[in-house]
């Protein structure tokens, strides 16, 4: 049994993976983003926010993302 609108779907996705313009921004993202959370999971342990609320998680992230900034910026002063 196969699905069609998941192939379909599939297709979709590969075909605006090959674009060049699309390439570009995803190769970026890998570069630009994704480090800085994998920063937060696997060595801050950040992997849930504890509080409820869309205006708490704003701020539960703005800390979390505050002491990736402070740890960068005092391995960058020690060097």
Sequence with gaps: MVNETWEQQ???VR???????T???????????EP??????ANLRFTRF???G????ENEMG?????VNLRKYTAQQLR
């Design 15 to 21: 075909t605006k993976l090959s674009e060049e313009r």
């Design 63 to 67: 800390f979390a993302l505050m002491a």
């Design 50 to 52: 504890s509080v409820r």
């Design 23 to 33: 390439g570009a921004i995803y190769r970026k993202r890998k570069i630009d983003v």
């Design 36 to 41: 800085v959370f994998g920063f937060l999971k």
């Design 54 to 57: 869309k205006s708490k998680v």
């Design 10 to 12: 599939k297709e979709y």
